[in-house]
């Protein structure tokens, strides 16, 4: 069963604006961790945000993680057109080792 | 980070017939992880494989459909057993490291006629 739930599904915008994409999840987490996968190719890890963490950064990319509402997002600032692709959060629940992923959100990047 | 290997990175499979599919670390892992991607869908975790001990399967995975193996801490094996044109997808497997990123194979593409 899936944990976390992205919005938008899609999202299409132009070379050079902000992406933001919204992760929602519904238990208790240790950490919640980002992907990038490109069309029939493999994952990408992004970026891990622990629980007790609010905000990382990495290059281009700004996650935040809000607990009390279950919910993260990612931001790609200044977006290329190298930044379409798919982008799932996964969610690692309290309590044990498994990661669950969310359904993902495409992003198309126009140039 | 761990690099991870898989074989075979495709295939095309009789109905009926069984694929074994390897996944190789180059280093010692505790957690290793196999996931189903269905065509333009998300990844669903099959099971969790222990080393020593038999595999942890998810809700809807059994073992006699997905047998695994996991002889040591580098290495384990998933096998997609009398295969039907649903079982076509993408099959990774990935690993946890010491600070909990997991890490992704680049996945085995399964076609099955």
């Known amino acids: 069963s899936q944990q976390g739930e992205e919005d938008p599904q899609a999202l299409s915008i132009q070379e050079g604006e902000n992406a933001t994409m919204n992760c929602s999840y519904k238990?208790?987490?240790?950490?919640l961790q980002w992907y990038r996968q490109n069309s029939g190719r493999g994952l990408v890890h992004l970026i891990l945000?622990?629980?007790?963490?609010r905000e990382k950064h990495s290059g281009r990319l700004r996650v935040t993680l809000d607990t009390s509402k279950k919910s993260s997002s990612l931001l790609i600032t200044a977006s290329r057109a190298a930044d379409t692709a798919s982008y799932f959060c996964?969610?690692?629940?309290?309590?044990?080792?498994?990661?669950?992923f969310g359904a993902g959100t495409r992003l198309f990047v126009k140039a | 980070s761990a690099v991870i290997s898989q074989k075979p990175s495709r295939d095309i499979c009789q109905r009926g017939t069984s694929l074994t599919i390897q996944c190789q670390v180059d280093?010692?892992?505790?957690?290793m992880f196999w996931y189903r991607q269905q065509p333009g869908q998300s990844l669903t975790l099959i099971a969790t494989?222990?080393?020593?001990?038999?595999?942890?399967?998810e809700s809807g995975f059994v073992i006699d459909k997905f047998p695994i193996s996991r002889p040591n801490l580098t290495f384990s094996t998933l096998t997609v057993s009398n295969m039907s044109p649903e079982d076509s997808s993408i099959y990774l497997c990935?690993?946890?490291?010491?600070?909990?990123?997991?890490?992704f194979g680049p996945g085995t593409r399964l076609t099955v006629t």
């Open positions: 990935s690993v946890e490291e010491s600070g909990y990123e997991q890490y």
């Open positions: 238990t208790s987490i240790n950490n």
């Open positions: 945000i622990r629980s007790n963490e």
């Open positions: 996964a969610t690692e629940m309290t309590g044990g080792f498994k990661t669950i």
């Open positions: 494989a222990n080393q020593g001990s038999e595999a942890t399967y």
């Open positions: 280093s010692q892992v505790t957690m």
